[in-house]
């Protein structure tokens, strides 16, 4: 399987997405991406627009920034704030 579990938690809220093929990320000096097997990392967040790709569909939603923490079992969104924007 070419997946991985996402979680996105913020002040308010905790959202598990279980099937993720990638997702891209504003940095704070660009965007990036993340793919299973992605090399274990904790990186800032800026503001911008996430891109989600859960079986197939893509999920576009704006962020004002965060940390993201990439493990090898999961990968975390650790946001301020996030709306679906598509």
Known sequence: MNSFKLE???PT???EVENVSYARCPATDGSFGIMKGHREAVI????GEIKITEEGKDSYFATS???AEISKD?????????EVAN
Do not use: C, Y
């Not at 800032?44 to 503001?47: F, M, Q, R, S």
């Not at 999961?74 to 996030?82: P, S, Y």
């Open 8 to 10: 996105i938690v913020t």
């Open 13 to 15: 809220e905790i959202n």
């Open 44 to 47: 800032a967040l800026g503001v």
């Open 65 to 67: 920034g965060g940390v």
């Open 74 to 82: 999961k990968v975390q969104f650790l946001l301020e704030t996030i």
